[in-house]
């Protein structure tokens, strides 16, 4: 079975702190893709990144980072310097197979405070 | 315009009523999905299809039917809305490797 796991529900931190959101996932499937994606107050679903199984080099855009590890089945981000305009409910997902379903998260909650 | 339409954006429904969610897109993408997205749960997957004649369920079928009109419209029906139907729905279109996911704006469904 399929599953992805943000444990973190809600986060809060002051801007300019560092803040990473975690993302533990299972599969069974030896080629997959690993998503996050950035859901801000208005609804949306903002894409952030895709990373798939073979490629475990970590990603760095502007603030934004990534950490794949699959010896822990983890694949985190981390954002720097944080700013007001992160806040929103961000959503780790997993596809396997060649369906093209997504197993999201429960999704974790960050605010960031002035 | 975006490639990936949801009509309406916003409803409020009674229960009982049946209501149709629409979704069309410009991706030219063969493949479809409908979730619905509830606070703490993330999104889950109701029905996805890969061509017209394709429909198959998902994760949360039950009391959900949909149709798949055209390769660019996948429409969503509750046939007798309920109150734990209240949620955010999402459709999504992926191309054949289904690699990457595109999403449409979102409609809020309120059943009363």
């Known amino acids: 079975a399929q599953k992805v796991t943000q444990a973190q529900t809600e986060i809060s931190v002051v801007e300019k702190e560092d803040v990473t959101l975690d993302c533990v996932y299972e599969?069974?499937?030896?080629?997959?893709?690993l998503f996050w994606y950035k859901q801000p107050p208005s609804g949306e679903l903002v894409f952030l990144i895709r990373?798939?199984?073979?490629?475990?080099q970590n990603e760095i855009s502007g603030r934004y980072s990534w950490n794949f590890q699959k010896s822990t089945s983890s694949f985190n981000f981390t954002i720097t310097a944080s700013q007001v305009v992160d806040s929103a409910v961000y959503f780790c997902?997993?596809?396997?197979?060649?369906?093209?379903?997504?197993?999201f998260g429960q999704g974790t909650t960050l605010q960031v405070k002035p | 315009d975006a490639d990936v339409t949801q009509t309406p954006r916003n409803r409020i429904t009674k229960t009982g009523k049946r209501i149709m969610l629409e979704c069309s897109q410009t991706k030219g993408h063969d493949r479809m999905y409908w979730y619905r997205q509830d606070p703490g749960l993330g999104l889950r997957l109701i029905y996805y299809?890969?061509?017209?004649?394709?429909?198959n369920k998902g994760e949360i079928s039950d009391g959900y039917s949909v149709s798949r009109q055209a390769q660019a419209k996948f429409s969503l029906s509750l046939e007798s809305a309920i109150p734990n139907q209240t949620a955010l729905y999402f459709c999504?279109?992926?191309?054949?490797?289904?690699?990457?996911?595109?999403f449409g704006q979102g409609t809020r469904l309120t059943v009363v």
């Open positions: 990373r798939n199984s073979f490629d475990e």
């Open positions: 997902a997993l596809k396997g197979g060649n369906t093209g379903k997504l197993i």
């Open positions: 999504a279109t992926s191309d054949f490797r289904g690699t990457e996911a595109f």
């Open positions: 599969t069974r499937d030896t080629t997959y893709y």
């Open positions: 299809s890969f061509d017209v004649k394709d429909i």
